[in-house]
């Protein structure tokens, strides 16, 4: 049996903006998640660009990173725009954000301070906020 690949394939991430600032150094620390998330597609080049701007607030204001990434997704003229929906507004942040997670905890382990472990999310809430921020090229 063939493998079949898939219409839509994730093919780079890039962080392009990244900010970390830290008071003191807390035990447990609550904190707020904000994301914003915006595209473009290129239909012509078949390619769709996700930028995820993600803020982490701690509620005493000791801990705070601001992430901008961009990551670009490849399809192909096969797939219906029915099917492109659930793979540009569902899946691609969904693919994107544990390289969010890993980048936040790496970034804070390697400064010196205890790392902060983001929570694994569901995504879905942020599809048509996605949808209403992408740009069709």
Do not use: C
């Given at each position: 049996?063939?493998?079949?690949?898939s219409?839509?394939?994730f093919?780079?991430?890039?962080?392009i903006?990244?900010?970390?600032?830290r008071?003191?150094?807390?035990?447990e620390?609550s904190f707020h998640?904000?994301?914003?998330?915006s595209?473009?597609?290129d239909?012509?080049?078949m390619?769709?660009e996700?930028?995820?701007e993600?803020?982490?607030?701690?509620s005493?204001k000791?801990?705070?990173?601001?992430l901008v990434?961009?990551?670009?997704?490849r399809?192909s003229?096969e797939?219906?725009?029915?099917t492109?929906?659930?793979?540009?507004f569902?899946?691609?942040?969904a693919?994107?954000?544990p390289?969010i997670?890993a980048?936040i905890?790496?970034?804070?382990?390697?400064?010196?301070?205890?790392?902060?472990h983001?929570?694994?999310?569901?995504?879905?809430p942020?599809?048509e906020?996605?949808?209403?921020?992408t740009?069709?090229?």
């Open positions: 049996m063939e493998a079949q690949h219409p839509f394939q093919t780079h991430f890039q962080v903006e990244s900010q970390l600032k008071k003191q150094q807390g035990k620390l998640l904000d994301l914003k998330p595209g473009i597609i239909q012509k080049r390619i769709f996700l930028i995820m993600v803020t982490i607030s701690e005493k000791q801990f705070s990173a601001k990434t961009r990551s670009e997704f399809f003229k797939v219906n725009p029915e492109l929906d659930n793979y540009f569902v899946n691609a942040p693919i994107v954000f390289y997670r980048y905890s790496t970034l804070t382990a390697i400064s010196g301070m205890t790392p902060v983001m929570p694994a999310i569901d995504l879905r942020f599809a906020i996605l949808k209403e921020n740009l069709w090229d």
